[in-house]
């Protein structure tokens, strides 16, 4: 499962690169790494081709939640020892019906990324408009917190999917997100996922009073890509660093992230 390959050859030319979906929330611990995963399993379940980015360099962990030991990752392209095409790793096959995908890992083992710079994030940032055209999707897996490296890379993609909870806490921080993001002159309209929900209702209650403070003080409304109920079979599945549709081929927090990747597909 670890090592680089050679990027697969586009198998009819693409009209146009993939769209690069940041995941971001502000607040810690919201699932946004979860999520990542799961989008790229169900983009590919749904015939399209996903590549996850672990932009979360300080702390990286989709490669723990997946299982994997990546030979390769974005470390070695902020040193400069690799470019960022040779960083690739399937995960499940690559990318596929069956849920698989690939991933540019944010560490490898060979040690931590500690502090980074920014000239380094915008180096990344920069790399990955020369991966989307290989892929149908691409998606950062942003770090926790709304700092400048966080920013710039929420900056780097078109899309923006905003990961809250039901908790007061969770929704401010998003929200701080997006009005700096929006300080900084973009004019991205997120697309909102209320995760851990008691039930779909009362996610969607959450999301009308968020939407209704982003359209009063910032002027714009934002998206709502569904709401993810608060399921055992999530911690369990990445207790056992599987993903959850092959854990548990029926769930209802993966019923309800195909419900999301329909929607944002639709929009
Ligand atoms: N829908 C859900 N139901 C139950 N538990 C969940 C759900 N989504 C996420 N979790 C739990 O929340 C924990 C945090 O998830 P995750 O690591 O993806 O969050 P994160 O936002 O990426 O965190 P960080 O900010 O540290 O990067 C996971 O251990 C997972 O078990
Ligand atoms: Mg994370």
Known sequence: MSGAHALPEPPVPRTRAAPIYAVASGKGGVGKTWISTMLSTAFGRAGQRALLVDCDLGLANVDVQLGVRPQADV????????????????IMGGPGRNGGFDLIAGHSGSGALGAVKLEEVARIANGLNKLTPHYDRVILDLAAGIDPTV????????????VTTEEPT???????????????????????????????????????????????????????????????????SIRAQTPLPVRHPQSQAYEDIIRIVETLNAG
């Open 151 to 162: 920013l710039r890379f929420a900056r780097a993609a078109e899309r923006l999917i905003l």
């Open 170 to 236: 969770a929704l401010t921080d998003a929200y701080a997100m997006v009005k700096l993001l929006r300080l900084q002159g973009s004019s991205v309209v997120p697309w909102v996922i209320v995760n851990m929900a008691e039930n779909r209702v009362k996610g969607r209650k959450v999301f009308d009073q968020f939407a209704m403070a982003c359209n009063e003080y910032l002027g714009f409304k934002p998206r709502f890509a569904g709401a993810i109920s608060r399921d055992p079979r999530v911690p369990d």
């Open 75 to 90: 470390h070695s392209v902020v040193r400069g020892f690799l470019e960022l095409e040779s960083a690739v790793t399937p």
